[in-house]
């Protein structure tokens, strides 16, 4: 039974001070005062009888408990705005699906998967969101997307989510075609003190697999002379230098069986991962809809798996 003193204001500055990280930015976006956005989160705490924050950092980050509320909170708001909608406009209402999408998914997985989709339901608007792992699960969790395509996430940031693997994908040294280690027979990690390095973000999925191989092989801790995992960035700065950018293979596999780029073979490969669909539990059936999304991704995925080096 639904607690009596819950309301809706709780709701929405629960989900804004966890998509913000902080009280004083969800108070101005909501329009009221940092003391009024911190008393009704200390509401909120009491009517659920649980800390959904943790206060000791910087930045406040949701706990377990907060993590389960925000994912089955944001969908329950997400479910209220479609039905306020669907009443006051009805005959502008069309059928979509939210896709967050993660790099390594952006460039082959997802474009092929949403064409075959358009094929058989035309009707349908696809809306894709791109960015970091961390805003794309906190969006899933409020129920303003319905999938993210990409790799596993973290466990530490996986609470209240399923994910469902579709292939698995090896993290690779890349560089620009014509590029001295490319084609060069027996290159060793040592070389790689030669040239600019291009590295995942500290927070991207990849990033933990990517330094632990550089310090194995030898190199400790470089300094990295970007940090990226995006296409168009890493694509272009490849092509004007000699970096060696380590990236999902997902996200340059095109521009490789192109001839742009080049894959560096490695000796002991790096670490890879699943890519795969991230979604909030559901309760009871799955939309119809979804099932079609997912069984998009499955049939593209096949192909996309054949594709890899």
């Not at 502008?92 to 993660?102: C, D, E, M, P």
């Not at 949403?114 to 794309?136: Q, S, Y």
């Not at 209240?160 to 027996?186: D, M, S, T």
Request: one cysteine or more; charged letters at 20%.
């Amino acid at each position: 039974m639904l607690h009596p003193l819950l309301r809706l204001r709780h709701l929405s500055c629960f989900l804004e001070t966890a998509r913000l990280g902080s009280l004083s930015a969800a108070a101005d976006h909501l329009r009221i005062s940092q003391p009024a956005a911190s008393k009704t989160i200390r509401e909120l705490e009491e009517i659920l009888q649980v800390t959904l924050f943790d206060r000791s950092g910087r930045k406040l980050a949701l706990t377990p408990a907060g993590q389960v509320f925000q994912t089955h909170a944001g969908g329950a708001m997400a479910e209220l705005q479609r039905a306020q909608g669907a009443v006051q406009s009805p005959a502008a209402a069309q059928a979509r699906i939210r896709l967050g999408v993660l790099p390594t998914a952006a460039s082959g997985l997802v474009p092929e998967a949403a064409l075959a989709l358009r094929k058989t339901r035309p009707e349908v608007l696809i809306e894709v969101m791109t960015g970091p792992n961390w805003l794309l699960l906190s969006l899933l969790r409020e129920g303003q997307l319905d999938l993210i395509v990409g790799r596993m996430p973290p466990a530490g940031n996986a609470e209240g989510i399923e994910f469902a693997p579709l292939y698995w994908e090896k993290v690779i040294p890349v560089v620009r075609a014509g590029h001295p280690l490319a084609g060069a027979a027996g290159w060793v990690p040592d070389d790689l003190r030669r040239y600019p390095l291009m590295l995942p973000p500290t927070g991207a999925v990849i990033a933990g697999s990517v330094r632990a191989w550089l310090h194995n092989a030898g190199l400790g801790t470089p300094a990295p002379a970007f940090e990226n995992v995006s296409l168009p960035f890493g694509r272009e700065v490849l092509r004007q230098s000699d970096t060696v950018w380590f990236i999902s293979e997902g996200v340059v596999r095109a521009d490789v069986v192109a001839g742009h780029l080049a894959i560096l073979p490695l000796k002991n490969e790096l670490l890879g991962g699943p890519v795969g669909v991230s979604r909030r539990p559901q309760d009871g059936e799955t939309p119809v809809l979804l099932k079609e999304v997912i069984a998009a991704l499955e049939k593209a995925a096949i192909r996309q798996e054949s594709l890899m080096s």
